[in-house]
């Protein structure tokens, strides 16, 4: 098991910005690509944005391409989602997860470790 923490989320205004992070106590998250998904109520859960162990690839769900930035700090074994230009429609449970193996995927099923969430709210 890795246990994955997400922190970070918050109400904010529309228009507004917030930086989620994710991290994992005694494991290391380098060994990892890390994923971001969101849930909406009463919806799917969607993917966000995902990003390979060594940071170096990056890809995008269409609904916050250009507005949202994952990166991560493996010395400080640290993954976070920069989510700016927030709009009411990215209200939501945010999740970090973890792929051990393969290339980086916006698909759940390919992910092995989730951690419990954190709600961003976005006011109109």
């Known amino acids: 098991q890795v246990p994955l923490v997400e922190s970070g989320g918050g109400l904010v205004q529309a228009g507004g910005s917030l930086r989620l992070s994710c991290t994992a106590s005694a494991h290391t998250l380098s060994m990892y690509n890390i994923g971001w998904f969101r849930q909406a109520p009463g919806k799917e859960r969607d993917f966000v944005a995902a990003?390979?162990?060594?940071?170096?690839?990056?890809t995008y769900g269409d609904a916050v391409q250009d507005r949202f930035t994952i990166s991560r700090d493996n010395a400080n074994n640290t993954v976070y989602l920069r989510m700016v230009s927030l709009k009411p429609d990215d209200t939501a449970v945010y999740y970090c997860a973890a792929q051990f193996r393969g290339g980086v995927s916006s698909r759940e099923y390919e992910y092995q470790y989730w951690g419990r969430g954190t709600q961003v709210t976005v006011s109109s």
């Open positions: 990003i390979s162990w060594s940071g170096s690839t990056t």
